[in-house]
């Protein structure tokens, strides 16, 4: 039925209610005869569908996906679906309620392979359908957790990781970011790294300044740490436990926050020294919390001071630490004690460069209580990364911390020299000239 709206010629289809003819199926498909009630039901669903009637439609198809589900024949809801979908002109209302009612169904199977079977009719219909485009994601994600409880990681994440939800509207902040990070999990179990860090990379970082999932920022920001642990980035996941720091969830837990403030400097010491690194301690270095944690309060002021320390006035009660947080194993526990000593080292060959201009090396390895060809490998890498200039003579066995001068500084060097000189000459002479005149008035 068509009616003129506004006077304009422009129409509008009426809907037709189907209530009567469904409940009418409905009891025929309860008594046993589903086939027979399905087959009426079509016929009324193709007059609705070629008339455009969109919510006539929809109240049958939906209507006969109920049947089959109530009727408990599984495989014959995949094949009335599957149908229905692949109607000539089917609406996209429709599909989209059918689609969206079947997935309600997939929660309440119990049974894994009709569950599966379930979920793959649902995304073979969805494929490629833009207005379902959530609806197949959420299939997505349920067939990764089947495969994953399986022990099938592979599959579920080559599933997971062919959904792009980045780009759907239909699904809020909150779920998506939740789908991107199962996604980036789902990588790091399976040891696809880089692919780890370009899903990772789908996720701006803006969206946390939501204080609603703060949850979520930790949990992105616990798989950063997992990803730059496995390249030993001490720098980035330093940075990681540093935007955890600022999360308020975080801080309501005192144990958490204690946690990731030790672990903030502990990789903060174990990056390599440059300008950033210098700046963070120096921050990190006025957090009032660390007054509770004297071991790594004294850590960091060990390498802000410009004084020499030695590693092992430190390295029990670090390994104490390290052990009692229950989270590195054994090999990495190692790395980090062997790396930290290496930092140690390069700190205190930066402050014996500020105090000698030359040294020998016996006394330089005897300050840095290494041995000496270890403290030349430490002191060559340092000059090689850029971090100080050195020169060494090892026939001599000597140092040199101070880099030669240019001939513009020499020049300014010996001006400044003359100029000094010549003012000392004149006060002399002052000085000379009043005490001729006193004496001369005596």
Not at 290 to 314: G, M, R, S, V
């Amino acid at each position: 039925m068509l009616s003129d709206v506004g006077g304009l010629g422009s129409t509008e289809k009426k809907s037709v209610s189907y209530a009567e003819p469904i409940a009418k199926e409905r009891a025929l498909a309860t008594s046993g005869q589903l086939d027979g009630a399905l087959q009426n039901l079509l016929s009324l669903e193709k007059v609705a569908r070629l008339s455009g009637d969109i919510g006539g439609t929809t109240e049958l198809v939906t209507a006969m996906v109920e049947l089959c589900w109530e009727a408990k024949d599984l495989p014959k809801l995949n094949e009335t679906i599957s149908m229905l979908a692949k109607r000539r002109a089917q609406l996209k209302q429709a599909v989209t309620a059918m689609v969206q009612l079947a997935s309600k169904y997939v929660e309440e199977i119990s049974d894994e392979s009709a569950k599966l079977e379930l979920i793959e009719t649902l995304r073979a219909v969805s494929e490629g359908k833009m207005f379902v485009e959530v609806e197949r994601a959420r299939l997505t994600k349920a067939l990764a957790v089947i495969h994953e409880s399986k022990g099938n990681m592979e599959e579920a994440r080559k599933i997971m990781i062919d959904t792009v939800v980045e780009t759907l509207g239909g699904m809020d902040k909150r779920e998506k970011t939740e789908f991107i990070l199962e996604q980036v999990r789902l990588c790091l179990d399976t040891n696809e790294f880089v692919r780890a860090n370009i899903m990772s990379k789908k996720i701006n970082t803006k969206v946390f300044k939501d204080k609603e999932i703060d949850d979520l920022k930790l949990r992105y920001y616990a798989m950063v740490v997992r990803y730059h642990t496995h390249s030993h980035d001490w720098m980035e996941i330093f940075r990681a436990y540093q935007a955890m720091w600022s999360t308020d969830l975080l801080q309501k837990d005192k144990a958490a926050a204690d946690r990731v403030l030790k672990l903030q400097v502990l990789f903060l010491v174990l990056s390599p020294f440059d300008n950033e690194q210098s700046d963070a301690m120096h921050n990190l270095d006025q957090e009032k919390g660390l007054a509770k944690l004297p071991l790594f309060k004294q850590l960091l002021k060990f390498f802000i001071t410009k004084e020499l320390f030695h590693f092992y006035d430190l390295k029990a009660g670090l390994l104490a630490e390290l052990v009692a947080m229950g989270e590195f194993s054994e090999a990495e526990t190692t790395l980090m004690l062997d790396t930290l000593h290496d930092r140690v080292s390069q700190h205190n060959i930066e402050v014996a460069s500020l105090y000698y201009e030359r040294i020998t090396m016996e006394r330089l390895a005897q300050l840095l209580a290494l041995p000496i060809e270890q403290m030349e490998e430490q002191l060559t890498a340092m000059v090689s990364k850029k971090q100080m200039y050195a020169r060494l003579d090892r026939p001599a066995g000597i140092i040199t911390f101070a880099p030669p001068k240019k001939p513009n500084e020499l020049l300014n060097d010996w001006a400044s020299d003359i100029s000094q000189m010549l003012n000392l000459i004149e006060g002399a002479c002052h000085l000379i000239h009043k005490e001729n005149m006193i004496h001369k008035i005596v």
